[in-house]
């Protein structure tokens, strides 16, 4: 029997003011995070092209030079119980920060959202990108990088644990006997923790995905440490095929580590194209997005990135070479590395990043990027791509208007959904409840019994 070959993932980072700071300027953009028919308009046509998700970055603060899809932006577990009844087939993640929520409440929220959406949400686990965002919390400051992956460890276990708090067939409803649920499956979990207290149960049964997809970004060693602990598809940044070939063997290796399927981690680096009819097309698009871009903006995006405030740095100098940032380290390696390999100056990288936000930008035909991300996925620098469109709808549209029937005509990409669940869609198991596991001291205990 003929194997089918190995067909890419598919998501795209809805940034709906554009991924590129000035992509809301070009005359046929529309602008606005806060423009819920743009939002649902690019949601139905990522389904129509059968994309695995699209998904919502956020942030916990704003501030008047911020980029525009982030100064002003909807709540997104808010938008996306919307977007689930707008949608049957896609899946839906949704960025939320282990820094500056609770893990009851959060449990909560997705718990419902799966529920609402069929099984179709995915949690972008961050630490918190932005430290500006403790003064929102009445905290003195953003806490240290290793403690905000403490922290997160914890959160993620207590989630776990909450979402577990209910066996799969406690819920009796019975009229007969008035039972509603059974109380004998429905458990506290008393976690007692470093960072955290939390009695439970969960006052919502298990989501019907056992535990929505985890996503994941980090690109620190500790961040790539828990990629590979609990990720389930993790966004790369890498602008080089044989940085991005080698990140995805670390992550793979380290997820065998922890005792884990490395085929259940999806890693898709970040892909932003530019497409046009012709090569000159795209060029002159690129150019005229590139022309749009304040370089004040691109500087601050910049310096973002790097963790490091470049303004004052001469821009015809080589980029310059600083210690990786604590916030977004793997930004702050991958361009360093990319301004070394091409010897960028720094008005060079200030301006590629401007345009490209510090992901991979493609410019040219559906061809040429299809051709592109053929390479890339042949070669193992990932199991697929998240896209960021530089603006919205049209450069969304014209992706998957006519870059992805490229891919599906190679067989790269699929033609109909299969599965109901985003895990089905995705390929990854549906975590079983601990009831159902064999715990090793249980196996022990029975081994000892038998004896
Ligand atoms: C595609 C992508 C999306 C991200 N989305 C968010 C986000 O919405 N909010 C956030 O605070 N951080 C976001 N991040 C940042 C990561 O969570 C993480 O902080 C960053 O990749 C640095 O990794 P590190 O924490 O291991 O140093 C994103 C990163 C990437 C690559």
Not at 63 to 91: D, N, W, Y
Not at 98 to 120: I, Q
Not at 317 to 334: K, R, Y
Request: proline fraction near 7%; charged fraction near 20%.
């Amino acid at each position: 029997m003929a194997t089918q070959q190995p067909q890419m993932h598919l998501g795209v980072l809805l940034l709906a003011a554009g991924n590129v700071v000035s992509g809301w300027r070009l005359p046929e953009a529309q602008a606005g995070a806060q423009n819920f028919p743009l939002i649902k308009q690019v949601v139905e046509k990522a389904e129509r092209a059968k994309l695995d998700f699209i998904f919502l970055a956020d942030g916990l603060n704003s501030f008047p030079g911020m980029h525009p899809s982030m100064v002003l932006r909807f709540e997104p577990l808010t938008l996306l119980g919307a977007l689930a009844l707008c949608t049957k087939q896609i899946g839906l993640g949704v960025t939320a920060s282990t820094t500056y929520t609770e893990p009851y409440n959060l449990a909560r929220m997705l718990a419902s959202l799966d529920h609402l959406s069929g099984g179709r949400m995915a949690w972008n686990i961050v630490t918190g990108a932005f430290p500006e965002a403790a003064a929102n919390f009445g905290r003195e400051k953003h806490p240290a990088h290793e403690e905000r992956y403490a922290i997160a460890e914890e959160f993620v276990e207590v989630v776990k644990g909450l979402w577990d708090s209910w066996e799969e067939d406690s819920l009796i409803m019975e009229k007969a006997s008035g039972k509603f649920v059974d109380a004998t499956k429905m458990h506290e979990l008393n976690h007692h923790g470093k960072f955290y207290d939390v009695k439970g149960p969960l006052n919502i049964t298990r989501p019907p995905q056992g535990y929505p997809v985890f996503m994941q970004a980090g690109a620190s060693d500790t961040g790539v440490n828990f990629a590979a602990k609990y990720a389930e598809i993790v966004f790369a940044i890498h602008q080089n095929k044989d940085t991005a070939v080698a990140f995805v063997r670390r992550l793979r290796d380290a997820a065998v580590k922890h005792g884990r399927n490395p085929s259940h981690v999806k890693i898709l680096p970040g892909l932003c194209a530019i497409v046009g009819s012709t090569e000159a097309e795209a060029k002159a698009k690129l150019a005229e997005i590139g022309a749009l871009t304040d370089p004040v903006y691109a500087m601050k995006i910049l310096s973002e990135r790097m963790g490091h405030d470049l303004s004052s740095y001469p821009l015809d100098s080589p980029a310059p070479e600083l210690p990786p940032s604590s916030i977004m380290q793997g930004h702050a390696i991958t361009l360093a590395e990319t301004a070394r390999r091409r010897n960028m100056t720094l008005r060079e990288l200030r301006d590629y990043v401007g345009v490209s936000l510090g992901y991979r930008l493609v410019v040219g035909t559906p061809e040429q990027i299809a051709d592109e991300m053929e390479d890339w996925f042949k070669a193992g620098a990932g199991d697929g791509f998240n896209l960021l469109p530089p603006w919205f709808p049209g450069a969304f549209d014209t992706f998957a208007d006519h870059v992805v029937p490229v891919l599906q005509k190679r067989g790269l990409f699929r033609t109909e959904y299969t599965g109901h669940t985003m895990r089905e869609m995705l390929g990854i198991p549906r975590p079983e409840h601990p009831a159902k596991r064999v715990s090793p001291n249980e196996k022990r205990a029975s081994a000892a019994s038998l004896a």
